[in-house]
């Protein structure tokens, strides 16, 4: 079964910047998957925060932070990362990858198929 490993996360100072990892093991590889990050702010839904297509060349971003995270990958690793520059306490949240079968980016959770096990980022003022 696919299964998705996640680090990086950790607290920081509003400013500051993270590089979130998500590794997929399993058997197989991400080559042909678009995949995505979402989070769940304390007390929130969980929410769309980013996607990359198969290929790496096709991206979206949830509004609030366009300019300050980027989504990228490297199919070699089976590895899918999110940088998060200028974080603000309002990006606190468990962040969680998702692992999706076609090529093509979703903006809903309900279109991926495997979930890491979240890593959280807190930031303070």
């Known amino acids: 079964q696919v299964q998705l490993i996640e680090s990086g996360g950790g607290l920081v100072q509003a400013g500051g910047s993270l590089r979130l990892s998500c590794e997929v093991s399993?058997?197989?590889?991400?080559?042909?998957?678009?995949m995505g990050w979402f989070r769940q702010p304390p007390r929130k839904e969980r929410e769309f925060v980013a996607a990359?297509?198969?290929?790496?060349?096709?991206?979206d971003y949830l509004d609030s932070v366009k300019g300050r995270f980027t989504i990228s990958r490297d199919n070699t690793k089976n590895t899918v990362y999110l940088h998060l520059n200028s974080l603000q306490p309002e990006d606190t949240a468990n962040y969680y990858c998702?692992?999706?079968?076609?090529?093509?980016?979703?903006?809903?959770?309900?279109?991926?198929?495997?979930w890491g096990q979240g890593t959280q980022v807190t930031v303070s003022s």
């Open positions: 990359i297509d198969w290929s790496g060349h096709t991206t």
């Open positions: 998702a692992f999706r079968y076609p090529r093509e980016i979703a903006l809903d959770s309900g279109e991926y198929q495997f």
């Open positions: 399993g058997g197989r590889t991400i080559y042909t998957n678009a």
